[in-house]
């Protein structure tokens, strides 16, 4: 069965300043990758998602994720956050045959002015 | 506007008292399903549904009944309710992609406490 592992509970980083999110995954099967976010108080949204094809997908407010199969990764990146990218963010798989998705335990992100 | 709606958004209940939480989706998906989420342990699955009358247990689905009865609506039951199923729940649908490439969409959560 799959499983996701995300490594920080919490990351605190400043404004404009980098961030990396950590998600490793388990499965005996091939994967499909997924990056929610959850805003407080709100329910959670798709950020960004990899199905196939290049490894390395992005969103439309400057998040990307890089699927390496070999480390069974799926790691969330941004160069330069902002205040509103506070947030809690999800890591989930769901494997190809499956429809369930199967998240992480979340990372809280809280940027500091 | 495509969305999933829970209702209510809050809720306060005693021990045993049965409840009932409404899950409506306006996007025709086959997919629905019910997660709870507790800090530090993500979201896990409680039951799930891929069509109308056929349902299916999650990972915790202890205490909890679903009826899928119509498309759009997923129902989530506590017959007697615990103290222990104090989380916030969220229901999620998603059309059948075959398996696991759909986005699945989130209603706002339903925050119970049982005392």
């Known amino acids: 069965a799959q499983s996701v592992t995300q490594l920080d509970s919490q990351v605190p980083v400043f404004e404009e300043a980098p961030v990396e999110l950590r998600c490793n995954y388990s ?3 091939s994967v499909y990758l997924f990056w929610y976010v959850q805003y407080p108080n709100q329910g959670l949204q798709l950020l960004l998602k990899y199905l196939s094809g290049s490894t390395l997908v992005e ?31 999800f890591c989930a798989v769901s494997e190809q045959g499956a429809q369930k998705l199967v998240f992480g335990q979340g990372t809280r992100l809280t940027i500091n002015p | 506007e495509a969305q999933v709606t ?31 989420q507790d ?28 009826s899928r009865k119509e498309k759009r609506n997923f129902p989530l039951i506590l017959e007697s309710p615990s103290p222990n199923q104090t989380s916030l729940y969220f229901c ?3 059309f059948w992609s075959g398996g696991g490439s759909a986005e699945a969409f989130f209603g706002q959560g339903t925050r119970l406490t049982v005392v």
């Open chain 2, 39 to 66: 800090p530090g342990l993500g979201l896990r699955q409680i039951y799930y549904s891929m069509n109308v009358e056929v349902t299916d247990k999650g990972d915790v689905p202890e205490g909890y009944k679903v």
């Open chain 1, 59 to 89: 969103s439309i407010n400057g998040f990307e994720a890089e699927f390496n199969k070999s480390q069974t990764s799926f790691h969330l990146r941004k160069p330069s956050v902002h205040i509103s990218d506070t947030a809690e963010y």
């Open chain 2, 6 to 36: 829970q209702n209510p958004r809050y809720l306060i209940t005693v021990t045993g008292k049965k409840l009932t939480v409404t899950c409506s989706q306006n996007m025709n998906h086959e997919y629905m399903s019910w997660y709870r």
């Open chain 2, 92 to 94: 999620a649908s998603s």
């Open chain 1, 27 to 29: 499965s005996s099967v």
